[in-house]
C-alpha cells in the first residue's frame, strides 16, 4: 500500500470540465447573445435531434429539467386522478413527486438486493387494478432490468416510462437508455454526466404522439401561440442551454468511457476489503457511473473519517421514499421494504467524475483500507 500525503478529493468536481470547455462555452454564450433567441430556435431542434440520434430514439422533447420531464411524460401518457404508478423507494423524490402532481397515487415495489434496481419478481404482486404504468430508475447509472419489466407490463397492459435521469448513454443489452420503455424522462442538472450549467432535461420516445403531448405541454397547451388546445406548463428549455449541451453530447462518450476505468479502477482497489462491498451492475449493462456506491458497516463513522482525510462522500439516498415525511399518509412503515431500508443503512457513494485521477482514487481506497485495517 502506498503511503499518500493527505489530499482533496471532492466528491464532485464540475469545475474541471468547465475548465476544459471554456472557449467552446463562451463562444456559444455569444452566439446565442448576438442571435438574440432565448427560448427555442435552431439551438433547442439541433440539441433535440442530436439526442435523439444518441439515444437511438425517433424523437427528443427538451424541457426545463429532469422533474418536469417526468411530469410531463405521466401527463402524456395519461396519467389522471386516482391512477396508480409503480417504483422503486430507493429514488430521487422527483420520480414520485411528479406522479402526484401529475394526479397519480404512488406505489412501491422493492430493489434487487445485488444491483439495488426495480426487483421485477416482486413487480407482478404490485400491481393492483388502478395501476397504469411502471417507472423502472436506472439508479447510479445503471440500467434497470427492462426485458423483464416490460414483459410484465406487457402483460398487464401497462406503459413504462424510464426514469433515466442517471443514464444518459448507458447501455442495456447493448441498447441505448431512452428508448427502452414507451417513454424516458432524463435531467441534465449539472451534476448529472450529461449537465447543463443550470437546468435542463427531456422526454424521449419513439411514439411520436405521445412526445407532441409534451411538446404541447410544455408549452402553455399550445402548437401555435396563442391558440391553446389545453392548459399547460412553461416547462420549455432556454436556447443557451442547450447550445451548452450540445457542446458537451459531443464528450459524453468519452466522459463515460472516463468514468469506467476509474470504477473499474475502485473495484480493483477495493477487491480484497471484505468490509467494503462494491453495488455491482448486472453483466448484460454497460453502466454509466453517474455515482460509485458501495455498502460498509458503521457507514457515518467511515463518512466521518473519510471526511477528516479530505474526501468527499454521499449517500444515494439516506431514507427511502416511503419512511419520508412526504410519503406519511401512505401509512407504509419500517418494514415495507426490506430491501430498500437495509441499503439505505449502508450504501456509500465514493467520489467519481471523468477528471478523477488515479492518484486520487488511490487515495481514497488507502483511506478505506487504514480505516478497516484500523491503522
Ligand atoms: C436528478 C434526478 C431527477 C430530477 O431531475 P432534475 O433535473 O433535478 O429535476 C429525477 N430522478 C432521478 C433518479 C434523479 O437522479
Redesign the pocket.
Known sequence: MRDLAQMEVPFLDLRAQHLSLEVELTAAFQRVLRDAVFVGGPELDRFESEFAAYCDVTEAVAVS????A?RLAYLAFGVKAGDEVITVPN??I??TEAMSQAGGRVKFVDVDPSTLLMDPSQLEAAIGPRTVGVVP?H?FGTPADMNAIVKVARKHGLWVIE?A??AQGARYRGARCGGLGDGA?F???PG?NLGACG???AVTSNDRARLSSVRKLRDHGQNQKYFHDCEGYNARLDSLQAAFLRIKLRRLDEWNEARRRAASLYRERLKLLSDVAVVEAPRDTSPIHHLFVVRVPRREAVMAELRKRGVGTGMHYPVPLHLQKAYGHLGLGAGAYPVAEQAAREILSLPIYPSISVDQIDYVCESLTRYFAGC
Open positions: 429539467s429532469g422533474t418536469d417526468l429514488t430521487f422527483a420520480t430508475v439508479l426514469d435521469a442517471q424522462a435531467s441534465f442538472y448529472k437546468e435542463a432535461g
